[in-house]
């Protein structure tokens, strides 16, 4: 079975461009949260969405958002990208709302210059 | 103060030792908590999770939790150098906001 799959994995921007991060969950986990993980760091909690509504939010500006579609893959944007967005963006799903186990995927790594 | 917070380490035990994580947590963190281990370069997974006030063995793995003194743990019996990675505490706040201590490193020497 195919486990949590982000695209891309690797990508570099300049600062004040915009940003889509793709991400596909575990079939049948119907949540899907996002992460941001600076080297040195553990990862912080962005969003987090089930069944299409977002369900939590961290201490992030506006500038970033998420949406989560019918079949349950996600989108993480972050719009006018700041050399301090660098980082590890982690993609988890897990089966419900209310469960705390998360399952990664690999991650899309964002380097802006 | 964080959420969660570990000591950054590195902790570092002979092959066959047993290695103490400590993981301290405030009070809006207080629901359940898990452990997460993260390989260089690699993503996090989950090790084992803890709800309630006592131990939890699974293997190798003892998780404990003292709610009184806001403080988990993870024992890892026998350790082998292929438990060399970094372990990430994290509690869950509303069911829906996990908060990750920033990592204790762990060398298991041979």
């Known amino acids: 079975d195919a486990g949590v799959t982000q695209s891309p994995t690797h990508l570099i921007k300049t600062r004040g461009q915009q940003v889509t991060l793709r991400c596909s969950p575990i079939?049948?986990?119907?949540?899907v949260s996002w992460y941001q993980q600076v080297l040195g760091q553990g990862p912080q909690f962005i969003f987090q969405?089930?069944?299409?509504?977002?369900?939590g939010r961290g201490n992030f500006p506006d500038r970033f958002s998420a949406r989560q579609f019918p079949n349950y893959s996600s989108e993480l944007n972050v719009n006018a990208l700041l050399l301090g967005d660098s980082a590890l963006y982690l993609c988890?799903?897990?089966?419900?709302?209310?469960?705390?186990?998360?399952?990664f995927g690999e991650g899309s790594r964002l380097t802006v210059l | 103060q964080k959420e969660v917070e570990q000591n950054s380490g590195p902790l570092s035990v002979p092959e066959g030792a047993i290695a103490s994580l400590n993981c301290t947590y405030s009070?809006?963190?207080?629901?359940?908590f898990f452990w997460y281990r993260q390989y260089s370069g690699k993503s996090p997974e989950l090790i084992m999770s803890?709800?309630?006030?006592g131990d939890k063995e699974d293997g190798r793995f003892t998780a404990q939790l003292n709610k009184a003194s806001q403080y988990v743990s993870l024992l890892i019996r026998d350790s082998q150098p292929s438990d060399s990675a970094t372990y990430l505490c994290?509690?869950?706040?509303?069911?829906?906001?996990?908060?990750f201590g920033s990592g204790t490193k762990l060398n298991v020497k041979p």
């Open positions: 988890a799903s897990s089966p419900g709302l209310h469960t705390g186990e998360l399952f």
């Open positions: 079939s049948g986990h119907k949540s």
């Open positions: 969405y089930y069944e299409k509504e977002e369900r």
């Open positions: 009070d809006r963190v207080s629901q359940s």
């Open positions: 803890i709800y309630s006030n």
């Open positions: 994290a509690g869950l706040y509303n069911f829906n906001k996990f908060y």
